[in-house]
């Protein structure tokens, strides 16, 4: 009996360890498994068949990855679609923790700071010697606005507008940097604009207003009559040239503007055009001098391209009281090369840049004796860029000016096609 009851014990104990080992067994590869799903590899599977308990373990476990799976891909697309969101903000954008360390920023703001070393841990208060922009960036944020500040960078010679908002779930500040340079140009030469034109159409409406008023008066002698008349008539001249001026300026600004396009012997255009200063420069004492040389048709707007030189040859005659004018056009590699120099007054270099703006005249006592409107040069640069072209300008004060007009032939032909 004895000996029977050992022999059970024994089998009992046999069968648990085999039990055991078993189960161990099993342990260890759920081990391994949730491992491989703690590592991020959600496509393993546990595919032998259970019966009981491990059976629902193991399903539940699949299942678990199976899910784990779909959402790592959810995650993936998600950040697919926000990195090309992230990069597509035409913005600069920098994302910052509460206390100002640098966690993420795009290409953008590197390209508009292209100095400021940007990288993670930095704080953005490092990144800008600007006072105002310290104390916006170290205020305290408010929760559910959009605060902004308007920053100006003389080092830079840019504008930005600057947006911040916080984040409270995350504790993050995302700031947004928009390069508002442009636009604030654009702001100051609209406003030079109208506050110039006013001037521009006030002085002669004053002087006609004024000398009609002389003209009416009942004593005036014959001579003093003529005399005003003439300048009534210069000031109407005046006046015209301006309203001229505009509706050329701004039919060439027209989007919708095409060019004209036709063959142009751009040789005999400039001797057309060298014809209409013949007599005021013989008046001035001055020598205008053409040298043609063998260049191919051109493929432009004939009009337009005759206004750009009566333009440069204007200003060059005007601003010239001895000396030469001279105008010559050559083609080299593929491009016309339209030059009018003079032995003028020329202009400061640091007023060439501004001398493309409407009604800007770098000596306005002789612009205004002398008829100027302030638009010619602005129309010659609309021109130039309507011909897919560029100019250049050289000039050195009381040595004279250079005005260079570059025109593709290429793009010329495709413009006729």
Known sequence: MTYIIITILILITIFLLIRLSIIDKKLKEIVNYTTELLNGNYTHRIIKKEKGNFAILIENLNTLAEKLEARRLDWEEKDILLDILFEGIKEGLVITKKDGEIIKFNNRIKEIFPMTPFQPKRTIQELFINKSFIEFSTSKPELGRIESLELDIPEMGKFFFISRFYVEKNQLIFYLFNDITDS??????????????????????????????????????????????????????????????????????????????????????????????????????????????????????????????????????????????????????????????????????????????????????????????????????????????????????????????????????????
């Open 184 to 417: 604030k140009n654009l702001k100051r030469i609209k406003s030079e604009f109208i506050t110039n034109l006013s001037h521009e159409i006030r002085t002669p409406l004053t002087a006609i207003k004024g000398y009609l008023e002389a003209i009416e008066e009942p004593d005036i002698n014959k001579e003093d009559r003529k005399k005003f008349l003439k300048i009534v008539r210069e000031n109407i001249e005046r006046l015209t040239n301006i309203v001229s001026d505009l509706l050329l300026l701004s039919d060439i600004e027209r989007q919708e503007r095409k060019l004209k396009t036709e063959k142009i012997d751009l040789n005999g255009l400039a001797r057309e055009v060298i014809l209409l200063f013949r007599k005021t420069a013989e008046n001035k004492g001055i020598q205008l001098e053409f040298s043609p040389s063998k260049i191919p048709e051109y493929y432009g707007d004939g009009f337009l391209l005759q206004q750009l030189l009566i333009n440069l040859m204007s200003n060059a005659v005007r601003f010239t009281e001895k000396g030469r004018v001279e105008v010559s056009i050559n083609f080299e590699n593929g491009r016309f090369y339209i030059m009018v120099s003079d032995t003028g007054i020329g202009i400061p270099s640091d007023e060439i840049p501004r001398i493309f703006e409407r009604f800007y005249t770098v000596d306005k006592s002789r612009s205004k004796t002398q008829g100027g409107t302030g638009l010619g040069l602005s129309i010659v640069k609309h021109i130039v860029q309507l011909h897919q072209g560029e100019i250049k300008v050289e000039s050195k004060l009381r040595e004279g000016s250079k005005f260079t007009v570059i025109l593709p032939a290429i793009q010329s032909k495709s413009l006729h096609q």
